[in-house]
């Protein structure tokens, strides 16, 4: 994988130097015609399935910048394409992943991980936008449940499950109740419905006290002002 990654960069460094030349020209005669994206062209030879293994190696490798890759790769996806699009929702969902498990540097570059997710949750359809939902769900249910059981411990890697990844629930919810989308089963299901049961799970699952001031911002930033309670009830149990 680390020829893939060393291609990004190169590409991504060939990119920047036609644009600085472009913009220097553009000074003094009219801007030539902009040539592909080097990035996107490395890109779109990327298969969806290649995106997981891609960014943990870029994880776990001293030579590339996470964050670098991941800005790369998702900067390169076609948001109109159909691998384009299968390819920015496994990148999310891979990110997830990676935050949840405690697979990155720091919990630094876990949130700012994080952060490049929210920037393109716009470009996911309403169907990848649920299933990212449940993905962030599993995160809770498995590592948070494990962090729990450990008595502190966390999960393995660089930091233990701090619910990093629960930041993008506001957002998500919000994109989620703006119309319907269908199922696995097939089933037309409204957005609405559906953010409100993720909303119901929160007081049914386990999760390390440490990570509690996080559910209560998040429930108070998805306007459910009424599960704040239900949270501080587990907290004296």
């Known amino acids: 994988m680390e020829d893939v ?3 990004l960069l190169s590409a991504r460094q060939r990119d920047s130097a036609a ?3 472009s913009s220097r020209m553009s000074q003094f005669s009219q801007a030539p015609t902009p040539l592909p994206s080097q990035v996107s062209v490395v890109v779109s030879k ?3 399935e290649d995106v997981e293994p891609l960014l943990s190696a870029a994880a776990r490798s001293e030579r590339f910048r996470f964050l670098e890759i991941l800005r790369t790769m998702f900067g390169g996806a076609s948001e109109t394409h159909a691998l384009g699009q299968k390819q920015r929702f496994r990148l999310c969902e891979v990110v ?3 935050v949840d498990g405690g697979k990155l540097a720091s919990s630094k570059e876990a949130a700012a991980a994080v952060q490049c997710v929210v920037g393109e949750l716009d470009t996911l359809t309403l169907r990848q936008v649920a299933a990212l939902i449940e993905s962030v769900m599993a995160g809770l249910k498995t590592c948070g449940s494990r962090a729990t059981a450990g008595a502190g411990g966390g999960t393995s890697g660089a930091y233990g499950y701090d619910g990093a990844s629960l930041s993008l ?3 998500l919810t919000m994109r989620i109740s703006q119309g319907s989308f269908v199922n696995d089963d097939k089933r037309q299901v409204t957005g ?9 799970k929160f007081t049914s699952l386990d999760w390390p006290e440490a990570i509690a001031v996080r559910i209560i911002t998040m429930l108070r930033e998805v306007s459910m002002p009424q599960k704040v309670g239900a949270v501080n009830s587990k907290l004296l149990v």
């Open 5 to 7: 990654l060393e291609a």
């Open 19 to 21: 644009a600085s030349v």
């Open 46 to 48: 990327i298969e969806a």
């Open 96 to 98: 997830v992943e990676l």
């Open 169 to 171: 629930l506001p957002k």
């Open 192 to 200: 609405t419905d559906f953010r409100q049961q993720v909303l119901e």
